[in-house]
């Protein structure tokens, strides 16, 4: 089949769509049904409504899991199998439990999770976009500070 001959039978096929659709369209104003088109459109003020309870809703969603937050951490660690390499990922994991005053990920408090996920998620795009040296060259905007001393992969999960 040709490039003309697909597109003569898509036009076809779709002609043939439209007249069906216009069918039921007319079938269904005769037996007096709503359609979205005879429902008048929002207001403006009906909009802002239903962004506000939106983004309440959004507010009130609880943070990421434990799980979450370990399989975040543990799936970047574990993009390396170069011990030297490793350390780097470490040490940038480490800057941000000495930042919530944490031992592990998994006992960081379930208020600090989101912005233990979003510094992790800036470690995970600067190995991403160049591997450990951007790594080790991420700095955090921490509220409270925090050391930069490293460790090894196993103590912080």
């Known amino acids: 089949m040709s490039l003309e001959e697909a597109l003569a039978a898509n036009t076809a096929a779709l002609e043939a769509n439209t007249a069906a659709q216009e069918k039921v369209l007319a ?25 506000a309870a939106k983004k309440a809703a959004a507010a009130a969603k ?14 970047f660690l574990s993009s390396t199998s170069d011990k030297d390499e490793k350390k780097v990922l470490a040490a940038g994991v480490k800057k941000i439990l000495e930042n919530f005053g944490a031992e592990r990920i998994t006992t960081i408090t379930e208020d600090d999770r989101v912005k233990a996920m979003a510094y992790g998620q800036q470690l995970v795009d600067a190995f991403e976009t160049g591997g450990v040296d951007d790594v080790a060259a991420v700095t955090f905007d921490f509220e409270d ?12 999960l």
């Open 27 to 51: 079938a269904l104003k005769a037996s007096g049904t709503k359609t979205a088109a005879s429902k008048p459109a929002a207001t403006a003020e009906e909009k802002k409504a239903a962004a």
């Open 62 to 75: 609880k943070g990421p899991t434990e799980k979450e937050l370990h399989a975040l951490y543990s799936g």
């Open 145 to 156: 500070g925090g050391d930069d001393e490293g460790g090894d992969e196993d103590d912080v």
